[in-house]
């Protein structure tokens, strides 16, 4: 029995719909930079400098991790921990996989705006910058300190 290449294609789209809207769903409903604290605050902050970085190397061709290097320095002055660790204990396991979701949820964003250009007219660069730089701030501030689980 063969499946035609249309009801694949319809498959394939259903199913890529589905799966964005859990993954915007899920960020309407986050929570304000402002409300975030302690553990979920550098959660949040590793989540959108490694996104930032995917974003710089797909749409501004810059392959250099510059964001989540800046967010490893700033782990390692305060917390003596890498990014990588921190994820490994308080997000994923499994950090390339992690790594690899985030990079599939920011390519998946773009293609849903129109690609690189139509993001960064819609403020998706800014609202990058701005949202990095707030949690930067805050993570710096913040009493919290990783506990070894």
């Known amino acids: 029995m063969t499946i035609s290449k249309r009801f694949l294609t319809l498959l394939f789209s259903t199913l890529l ?5 859990t993954v915007f769903s899920t960020e309407e409903q986050a929570v304000s930079i402002d409300e975030l ?4 605050l550098h959660e949040k902050l590793v ?13 501004r061709g810059i392959s250099v991790s510059g964001e989540s290097y800046q967010v490893e320095r700033m782990f390692l002055k305060k917390y003596g921990l890498t990014i990588n660790n921190f994820i490994k204990q308080y ?17 998946l964003q773009l293609s849903q705006m129109g690609g690189c250009e139509k993001a960064k007219e819609k403020g ?8 990095l730089q707030s949690l930067f ?5 913040s009493q919290w300190f990783p506990i070894e689980p």
């Open 37 to 40: 604290n302690g553990q979920a």
């Open 17 to 21: 719909l589905a799966y964005s809207q």
């Open 124 to 131: 998706l660069l800014k609202a990058f910058q701005e949202n």
């Open 91 to 107: 997000i994923d396991r499994d950090t390339r996989g992690y790594k690899e979701k985030l990079k599939k949820d920011i390519y």
């Open 137 to 141: 701030d805050k993570a710096e501030t």
């Open 47 to 59: 989540e959108t400098a490694l996104k930032y970085d995917f974003y710089n190397k797909r749409c």
